[in-house]
């Protein structure tokens, strides 16, 4: 999901700079969203690690 946002992010740079304003917008937005989809996964597969990893040790 990583790679897909900085795929996007790159595609709407490059978009940004051969003027094609209205692609840019839609690939940076997209890639936003699955950044941040990414970061709340990564969070909730953290907590749940660490919560897992302490009733084993207990």
Not at 9 to 16: A, K, S
Not at 35 to 49: A, K, Y
Not at 53 to 58: L, S, T
């Amino acid at each position: 999901m990583l790679r897909w946002a900085v795929i996007f992010l790159i595609l709407g740079l490059v978009c940004g700079l051969l003027g094609f304003y209205g692609a840019e917008g839609t690939f940076m937005e997209i890639a936003r969203i699955l950044l941040i989809l990414f970061l709340i996964v990564f969070v909730v597969l953290l907590v749940l690690g660490i919560m897992a990893g302490r009733k084993v040790v207990d």
